[in-house]
T-cell receptor, first 116, second 112 residues
Framework: GAVVSQHPSRVICKSGTSVKIECRSL??????MFWYRQFPKKSLMLMAT?????????EQGVEKDKFLINHASLTLSTLTVTSAHPEDSSFYIC????????????FGPGTRLTVT | GEDVEQSLFLSVREGDSSVINCTYT??????LYWYKQEPGAGLQLLTY?????DMKQDQRLTVLLNKKDKHLSLRIADTQTGDSAIYFC????????????FGSGTRLSIRP
């Protein structure tokens, strides 16, 4: 149990375009989902916390207008990178906490974004 | 602020035990985690321990917590080539609104 999926696993887009990444909890309901960014050989950087039905809480330094987060249901959160630039190229990972055990956090497989 | 520190690299001979160490600064840490990340993949939750526990064992994995010294370790018995990965230590406070704070990760390599 406790499987989190992400789609797509890899995406290449051109500068100036937008790309949407989906995060789904497959076998549990998640009131809270998290979006992280990971740079090569580095740890995870929390970008935002997403609660179902409410606005996401962004970490300091993360542009909320550039990284749009929507948590429309208890099993789906999306991250849209708007007007992407090469410096947005990174590994984006989502995670989800089950509603009944919030101390557990399960991670998706990640999405490799390359902006050309 | 909260900080979690780990050594960056560990090299172990196949069949030996691996011990990955972690220190943290937040005395209110309630949940402590070990995650495994293989190349190009997300993080896999290996195990976690509550702050009121000293030890937790799960098959080849043993977690030891020294709350006084704010020291957490992960021991992998009979290390295999499939254990090669980056291991992240992480901690979180009691509140459901608390963020998980990750260490920088320890890259475990296995030599024959």
């Amino acid at each position: 149990g406790a499987v989190v999926s992400q789609h797509p696993s890899r995406v290449i887009c051109k500068s100036g375009t937008s790309v949407k990444i989906e995060c789904r909890s497959l076998d549990f309901q998640a009131t809270t989902m998290f979006w992280y960014r990971q740079f090569p050989k580095k740890s995870l950087m929390l970008m935002a916390t997403s609660n179902e039905g409410s606005k996401a809480t962004y970490e300091q330094g993360v542009e909320k207008d550039k990284f749009l987060i929507n948590h429309a249901s208890l099993t789906l959160s999306t991250l849209t990178v708007t007007s992407a630039h090469p410096e947005d190229s990174s590994f984006y990972i989502c995670s989800a906490s089950p509603w009944d055990s919030s101390y557990e956090q399960y991670f998706g497989p990640g999405t490799r974004l390359t902006v050309t | 602020g909260e900080d979690v520190e780990q050594s960056l690299f560990l090299s172990v001979r196949e069949g030996d035990s691996s011990v990955i160490n972690c220190t943290y600064t937040d005395s209110s840490s309630t949940y402590l985690y070990w995650y495994k990340q293989e190349p190009g993949a997300g993080l896999q939750l290996l195990t976690y321990i509550f702050s009121n526990m000293d030890m937790k064992q799960d098959q080849r994995l043993t977690v030891l917590l020294n709350k006084k010294d704010k020291h957490l370790s992960l021991r992998i018995a009979d290390t295999q080539t499939g254990d090669s990965a980056i291991y992240f230590c992480a901690e979180r406070g009691y509140s459901s609104a608390s963020k998980i704070i990750f260490g920088s990760g320890t890259r475990l390599s296995i030599r024959p």
